[in-house]
T-cell receptor
Framework: GAVVSQHPSRVICKSGTSVKIECRSLDFQATTMFWYRQFPKKSLMLMAT?????????EQGVEKDKFLINHASLTLSTLTVTSAHPEDSSFYICSARVLTARAEQYFGPGTRLTVT | AQTVTQSQPEMSVQEAETVTLSCTYD???????LFWYKQPPSRQMILVIR??????QNATENRFSVNFQKAAKSFSLKISDSQLGDAAMYFCAYRSAQGGSEKLVFGKGTKLTVNP
């Protein structure tokens, strides 16, 4: 149980276009999902916390107009990178919080974004 | 703000031997959770082990165990009988137990190599 999927796994886009990444909890409901960014050989950096039915909470330094997050249902959160630039190229990972007392977070497999 | 420090960027171990990965953290809170996550080359983050700060007993999961020293704010991971499949990046993470503070704070990671 507790499987999280991400789609697409890899995406290449041209500079100036927008890209949407989906994060789904497949076998559980998640009121809270998290979006991380990971640079090569670096740790995960939390970008924002996504709450179902409400606005996302962004970490300091993360542009909310650049990285649009929508958590429309208990199993789906989306991250849209708007007007992408080469510096947005990175590995994006989502996680979903399980609704149990232990409140574990389970991670998706990640999305490799390359902006040319 | 809480911080997590992993002082070993890289470690190596012979197959079947034991290795210990270090982690220290800084917090003023008394109740929190600590985690070790594994990130193999596939980039999928996998929860290895979890420790509640209020528990004195060290957590164990098969070949994985921790040495949790709350006063010293230390949380090391011991891998026994190392296997080739244990090769990965290992991240130590902290999460507050306070309601509404669900985000994980990660260390920079330790790259573990297992030599046959």
């Amino acid at each position: 149980g507790a499987v999280v999927s991400q789609h697409p796994s890899r995406v290449i886009c041209k500079s100036g276009t927008s890209v949407k990444i989906e994060c789904r909890s497949l076998d559980f409901q998640a009121t809270t999902m998290f979006w991380y960014r990971q640079f090569p050989k670096k740790s995960l950096m939390l970008m924002a916390t996504s709450n179902e039915g409400s606005k996302a909470t962004y970490e300091q330094g993360v542009e909310k107009d650049k990285f649009l997050i929508n958590h429309a249902s208990l199993t789906l959160s989306t991250l849209t990178v708007t007007s992408a630039h080469p510096e947005d190229s990175s590995f994006y990972i989502c996680s979903a919080r399980v609704l149990t007392a232990r409140a574990e977070q389970y991670f998706g497999p990640g999305t490799r974004l390359t902006v040319t | 703000a809480q911080t997590v420090t992993q002082s070993q960027p890289e470690m190596s171990v012979q197959e079947a031997e034991t290795v210990t990965l270090s982690c220290t953290y800084d917090t003023s809170e008394s109740d929190y959770y600590l985690f070790w996550y594994k990130q193999p080359p596939s980039r999928q983050m996998i929860l290895v082990i979890r420790q509640e700060a209020y528990k004195q007993q060290n957590a164990t999961e098969n070949r994985f165990s921790v040495n949790f020293q709350k006063a010293a704010k230390s949380f090391s991971l011991k891998i026994s009988d190392s296997q080739l499949g244990d090769a990965a990046m290992y991240f130590c993470a902290y999460r507050s137990a306070q309601g509404g503070s669900e985000k994980l704070v990660f260390g920079k990671g330790t790259k573990l190599t297992v030599n046959p």
